[in-house]
């Protein structure tokens, strides 16, 4: 009869010994990867970083498991050193993979959850497994001395876990339910539960980034907008302060790719249109979300209001775009950025005064505003009250605003002290 050879077995309180001499040089290890992590991982949103050594229980539990062989030095398990990065959205998960895969030595990477049917929901996770780089190692090589084993170190790897927030809190609380319990839920209308509230969260997350999309399309058509509504300004300006004015750029009809429906969809294609250069479109679905029954909240209006003053401004219909930017500081006193556009059309109107008012008041909600300053500068010079010119002149200077206009308006304002001397 063949018998099988003995396995030499772990001796488990030395094991305990070995491990635990360690944890210091992996500590220090993972303190210089998520330091690491931090500087070369950039996303809109900054993600959280959760680092943690595997407990020696959880460690000595998986050796068993795996049925490895007792050896010197200790086995060294992949998942020994474990770092998560946490993120706000679905969008920066294959974001953060792409750079650590810029960064680092990736050997492994694995998708939990990937093999899921339409039907099915559970844990979800994008699993790396990363060498640790040398110049991490340096430090606390350095500190260990001759403490760790030849070539031992050069195996070393860390799991790098990549999961949104609502992903990681379902994975926190499973984990507590279900393997760190002894009796897990064997039961059909517990499991379904736990099913239905995973299928929540993955259908929050999927919520969650078509609002991130939506912004992110809004933020950069409010962007073009705003640019196009300051250009115009801008060369309107140098009319006023004395220097030729060339023609305010147009924009060109492209039609609006988005659909017309609720009021977040109807604000996205007005200022589409309004990009375009379709003004009177633009302000025929500014009117109609003014005049929705019941109407918007004075927040929501004061803004609908700011916009169609801009296209207004567009079209150069200058009575229109103030009396809609007075409106807009009527349902909002604290929209500092209407009471500035309000100013500049004071300022087209030789309002001077009117335009210093406005600018004041812009200025009193937020002082940190360069190109009030800069305007407010202007309007006062048109006043002749130049020291206060040349005071604002200086904050807008101060907060970062210095090109060919605010050195024009300087240049006047020189001469005219010179003249005064």
Known sequence: ??????????????????????????????????????????????????????????????????????????????????????????????????????????IEVERKGSNQTFREFGYESIHLLIRIPQEILREPLADAGDGLPAGWVDALVCEIQIRTILQDAWAEVEHELVYKSEFSPFGLPLRRKLASINASLTLADIIFQEIRDYQNRLNREVDVRRNTFYSKTDTISKGIIGESAPGAPQGAGLGSPFVRGAIDDLILEAIHAHNSGNYDEAIGIYTKIINFDPPPNDIVRSVIYKHRGMAFFGQSKYDEALSDFTRSCECDPKSFRSLYYLGIVYSIQEKYEDAVSAFDKSLGLNNYQAHVHYRMAAAKFKLQEYEEALSHLDDAKKLGLENDDTNTLRAKLVKKFDMKV
């Open 1 to 106: 009869m063949k018998t099988s050879v003995p396995r030499v077995l772990f001796d488990r309180e030395k094991l305990r010994l070995q491990y635990s001499q360690k944890e210091r040089f992996f500590s220090l290890v993972l303190k210089g990867l998520e330091q690491s992590l931090l500087s070369r991982v950039k996303l809109q949103t900054t993600p959280a970083y959760k680092a943690r050594i595997k407990d020696f229980s959880s460690y000595y539990k998986k050796l068993i498991r795996l049925n490895l062989p007792a050896a010197e030095p200790f086995p060294l398990l992949t998942d020994v050193l474990g770092m998560r990065v946490v993120c706000a959205f679905l969008e920066d998960l294959a974001s953060v993979e792409r750079q650590i895969a810029q960064n680092y030595e990736v």
